[in-house]
């Protein structure tokens, strides 16, 4: 019982709202974004990479939400080596991160930690393109396609809970907002 | 005006696609909750330069953190007697993936990238955890403090 309440609740409350912005970035990308990027995604292999490496080192995404964002990139038609990268290094660091490894840690630790992440993260993009190739295989993803796994009743059902459940968070949170200061256990 | 339209109905179609994995998601980090407790973590992690940073990463994947949010309990473990490099593995792995992403990557992704989402995670928490372990220098102990984010 202590478990869902804290899934539900805190946890829900952490994670909503950066999971909708995601779910909206999706959304934009998915409406604006040149309707094809293989072309130049299959010429630049290692180009979108980087690209993907300098947008999520900063970016603060949390793995659930870079989610909507990099199957919205696949589905445009980038690499899903490039995209890896992003799921890779867009959770696991961002500005507020670099700085506390650096405070808490030492400025060697962070050069260690930045250029690991970066070089495995690049690494892994490899191998996974590496991978669907050798399959010969093409990156699969649903966005804003129904799914046709679960029926539509069942999902729209979700939907409304997991609204439900975070409307009901946010304005216990707003009742209750007297000191900013979480519990610091988490 | 019609271009908001337009973006509000795309990410609804994506938010119907992925709302009974967020729950699910949830439901499993409830459970891992209650049995997998990160202040319990700390006693595996003795001393070494490989073994407890392959354990912290271990432990770190399935829970479902956000980079910030993982802050505190990484801090936390070095307080508590992990070395850096177990530290910084858990940091890293933590974040990186979570039973949560794990079925929301199941739900929007294909078979392929949702299981290299986690091991991918797990490959770079060791082997920046242990990097730090050979190539770092130690630091003392941090005396917490409390970090915005």
Redesign the interface.
């Known amino acids: 019982m202590?478990?869902?309440?804290?899934?539900?609740g805190e946890?829900?409350t952490?994670?909503a709202g950066?999971?909708l912005i995601g779910?909206?970035i999706?959304?934009?990308i998915?409406?604006f974004f040149p309707e094809d990027l293989t072309v130049w995604a299959n010429d630049h292999q290692f180009l979108s990479m980087l690209v993907m490496l300098a947008a999520g080192i900063p970016m603060?995404v949390?793995?659930?939400s870079?989610?909507?964002i990099?199957?919205?990139l696949?589905l445009k038609g980038l690499n899903?080596g490039a995209?890896?990268v992003f799921?890779?290094a867009g959770?696991?660091?961002?500005a507020?991160?670099i700085t506390?490894?650096k405070n808490?840690?030492?400025t060697?630790?962070l050069v260690?930690?930045l250029s690991?992440?970066g070089?495995?993260?690049l690494a892994?993009g490899f191998?996974?393109d590496w991978?669907?190739n050798f399959?010969g295989?093409k990156?699969?993803?649903?966005?804003?396609?129904?799914?046709e796994l679960?029926p539509?009743q069942?999902?729209?059902g979700?939907?409304l809970?997991?609204t439900a459940l975070i409307l009901y968070n946010f304005f216990i949170h707003l009742k209750k907002t007297p000191t900013p200061?979480h519990s610091?256990?988490? | 005006m019609n271009i908001v339209y337009e973006i509000l109905k795309e990410s609804w179609t994506i938010y119907l696609d992925v709302s009974v994995y967020m729950l699910f998601g949830f439901l499993i980090a409830g459970i891992l909750y209650v049995f997998f407790k990160a202040d319990k973590i700390k006693r595996y992690l003795g001393t070494g330069r490989i073994k407890p940073v392959f354990l912290a990463a271990l432990f770190g994947i399935p829970i479902p953190l956000c980079s910030c949010g993982v802050v505190p309990v990484a801090i936390g473990l070095k307080k508590q007697g992990a070395n850096d490099g177990a530290a910084l593995a858990f940091m890293i792995a933590t974040p990186e993936s979570g039973v949560d992403s794990i079925a929301v990557s199941y739900a929007m992704l294909d078979p392929v990238l949702t299981i290299i989402r986690p091991v991918a995670g797990f490959f770079t928490a060791v082997c920046t955890g242990i990097a730090q372990n050979f190539w770092g220098k130690a630091t003392p102990a941090p005396s917490i403090k409390e970090t915005g984010g």
Not at chain 1, 2 to 8: C, H, P, S, T
Not at chain 1, 139 to 147: C, E, M, T, W
Request: some cysteine.
């Open positions: 202590d478990g869902l309440k804290y899934a539900y946890l829900l952490d994670i950066h999971f779910v909206l999706a959304g934009t998915t409406f603060y949390c793995a659930t870079s989610t909507p990099a199957a919205a696949i899903p995209a890896l799921l890779l959770p696991a660091t961002n507020a991160t506390i490894v808490v840690f030492n060697r630790a260690i930690y690991m992440i070089a495995c993260s892994m191998f996974v991978v669907y399959l295989i990156a699969q993803v649903v966005v804003g396609q129904a799914s679960i539509h069942i999902q729209l979700a939907a809970i997991l200061s610091p256990s988490r």
